[in-house]
């Protein structure tokens, strides 16, 4: 019999997988294993009775990785799982930046009683105007598992794409369009793209990545 705790709610469809063998406990010091998601666990005293750390998502700069090497506790995540949502989100994102879309909501919010709100709109629609996705260059930085899904899905809009990963996997370059061009510095990203996105774990070799001096075309 082995006891778990989880130090954020975990959906009742992935606690349903484990069998009678596993019991809750809010106990954390004597629980075999931990479920969490973003709790910071860098400053809480590590039980020797703890085997294992499952991080529900793909990064782990909440769990101290270096005591749990030592103290040979198990740590895994889950990469790609919220994978396609965060590339949805990428995509309204730049809708969104491509047009006052909300400018354009909260205008007819404001006009709701105007009787000739169709006559006002003709006048007022040119303020809420942008561009295309089509045809625009997107910049992908981290070529994992969400960026290979958003390099591929803005392709499919019609934009040109450039991605960097310098240590790009085989498994993601061979999912990754051929259409896409991958780039050797994040400079000529820079110099190239209408849009950046940024899709690489949050270390210390990434905090800051994206500066000033990115800024610079
Ligand atoms: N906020 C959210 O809701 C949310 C959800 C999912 C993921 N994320 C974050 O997004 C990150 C990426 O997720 P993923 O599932 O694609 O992870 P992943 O591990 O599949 O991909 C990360 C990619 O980044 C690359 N990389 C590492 N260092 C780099 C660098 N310096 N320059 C360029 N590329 C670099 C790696 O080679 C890898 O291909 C995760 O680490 C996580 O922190 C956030």
Redesign the pocket.
């Known amino acids: 019999m082995f006891q778990y705790t989880c130090l954020n709610p975990i959906a009742a469809v992935g606690l349903d997988n484990l069998t009678e063998d596993y019991t809750k406990t809010e106990d954390f010091a004597q629980a075999d294993a931990v479920l969490v998601r973003s709790a910071a666990m860098h400053d809480m005293e590590l039980s020797d009775k703890l085997c294992a750390i499952a991080r529900a998502?793909?990064?782990v700069?909440n769990i101290p990785l270096d005591k749990c090497a030592e103290k040979g506790i198990v740590v895994f995540n889950t990469?790609?799982?919220?994978?396609n949502?965060?590339k949805e989100l990428l995509i309204s994102g730049m809708l969104l930046a491509a047009r006052d879309i909300v400018g354009g909501i909260d205008w007819v919010k404001a006009n709701a009683d105007d009787e000739n709100i169709s006559k006002s709109m003709e006048k007022a629609k040119k303020n809420f105007a942008g561009s295309e996705l089509k045809g625009k260059k997107l910049g992908v930085?981290?070529?994992?598992?969400?960026?290979?899904l958003v390099a591929n899905a803005a392709n499919r809009l019609g934009m040109d794409v450039y991605g960097?990963?310098?240590?790009?996997?085989v498994k993601?370059a061979l999912t990754l369009s051929r259409d896409i061009t991958v780039c050797k510095s994040?400079d000529e990203l820079y110099k190239t793209c209408d849009y950046i996105t940024v899709?690489?774990?949050?270390?210390p070799?990434?905090k800051g990545?994206l500066n000033k001096a990115a800024s610079i075309r």
């Open positions: 998502g793909a990064g700069n990469p790609g799982a919220n994978a949502g965060v930085i981290g070529l994992g598992a969400i960026g290979v960097v990963d310098p240590f790009l996997s993601n994040y899709h690489v774990p949050y270390m070799e990434t990545l």
